[in-house]
């Protein structure tokens, strides 16, 4: 998943909607990158509903897009709403 900063937040974001999800490793750019910090998060390991994707601050020279999908199973109505409402909560959009 590229993003130009908002690795971090994104799988933060992530692993607080979907119940046994974690943040499991984090890197950060070197000292010395000409445009970031070492405080900045280059990359962001997690576990989400079972799977392991990364997270990476890549920069701006490819935009965010709808390149990945998530499946997730719900029981009830009541979960598939509440999970929705969660994702498109705070900015989030319908596409």
């Known amino acids: 998943m590229w993003f130009d900063t908002q690795a971090l937040d994104a799988a933060t974001c992530y692993t607080d909607l979907f119940p046994n ?11 010395g990158h000409p445009e970031r910090s070492e405080d900045d998060a280059l990359t ?12 990476l601050n890549g920069a701006p020279q490819f935009p965010h897009s709808e390149a990945v999908s998530f499946m997730v199973s719900c029981d009830t ?18 596409s």
């Not at 109505?77 to 319908?94: H, K, R, T, V």
């Open 21 to 31: 999800s974690v943040i499991g490793s984090v890197t950060r750019y070197p000292a």
């Open 44 to 55: 962001v390991g997690f576990t989400l509903l079972g799977q392991q994707p990364v997270a």
């Open 77 to 94: 109505q009541e979960e598939l709403d509440s999970a929705w409402d969660s994702l498109i909560a705070d900015g989030g959009e319908e």
